[in-house]
């Protein structure tokens, strides 16, 4: 069935610093790709979509580009805030989502 | 808009007890959905509902888990019994179709000692 497999945490960088978070996935077709994002204590919410081939989500500073070639949907943000201290997860599916295992990441000031 | 609703956002039990949760979909949302995410993991999904009809629960445990949605918008999720390796968040989330964006609720913490 279709899964996506992310980069393992935890992540600490420094603020201003720039992440990456890998995620790759496999699927029959071309699913919806997503990143969620769950801050401390609260429920999931949608940071970024893209819904075909090199289409580019963008959220926040946040993007991601759907990669048809590599099969990746990488999560980039150029100069982090101590506020995007989260647990991130890659997702697909138009009907049903499959989520990835989170990455943890931590902005230390 | 308001968004997804759950109650209790907490709850405590022992095993073997039963326990029920509940989740107000946003208004209008015909599409319904009940994840399990289990610490250090991502949200796996239990059971989706089409308006009051289920439409995937392949991945529910039907010997002790139970879900329905009454009337197409309200939903109850229930365990009877309970075992250890229930303590999860349980995540409900609910979407205006069947390919739109999902939106999510907060969760019910659940641990069973």
């Known amino acids: 069935g279709d899964s996506v497999t992310q980069m393992e945490g935890p992540v600490t960088l420094s603020e201003e610093a720039c992440l990456t978070i890998n995620c790759t996935y496999t699927a029959t077709g071309y699913p919806s790709l997503f990143w969620y994002v769950q801050y401390p204590g609260e429920g999931l919410q949608l940071l970024l979509k893209?819904?075909?081939?090199?289409d580019k989500g963008s959220n926040k500073g946040f993007e991601a580009t759907y990669r048809k070639e590599t099969t990746s949907f990488h999560l980039e943000k150029g100069s982090v805030q101590v506020s995007d201290s989260a647990v991130y997860f890659c997702a697909l599916g138009d009907y049903k989502l499959s989520f990835g295992a989170g990455t943890t990441v931590t902005v230390r000031a | 808009e308001a968004g997804v609703a759950q109650s209790p956002r907490y709850k405590i039990i022992e095993k073997r007890q039963s326990v029920a949760f509940w989740c107000n979909p946003i208004?209008?949302?015909?599409?319904l959905y009940w994840y399990q995410q289990i610490l250090g993991q991502g949200p796996k999904l239990l059971i989706q509902f089409q308006n009051n009809g289920v439409v995937d629960d392949s991945q529910l445990p039907k010997d002790r888990f139970s879900a329905e949605r009454l009337k197409g918008v309200d939903s109850t999720l229930k365990i009877q019994p309970a075992k250890l390796e229930d303590s999860a968040v349980y995540l409900c989330?609910?979407?205006?179709?069947?390919?739109?964006?999902?939106?999510f609720g907060p969760g019910t913490r659940l641990l069973v000692l």
């Open positions: 208004s209008g949302h015909a599409t």
């Open positions: 893209a819904t075909k081939a090199d």
């Open positions: 989330a609910s979407r205006p179709g069947t390919r739109e964006t999902q939106y």
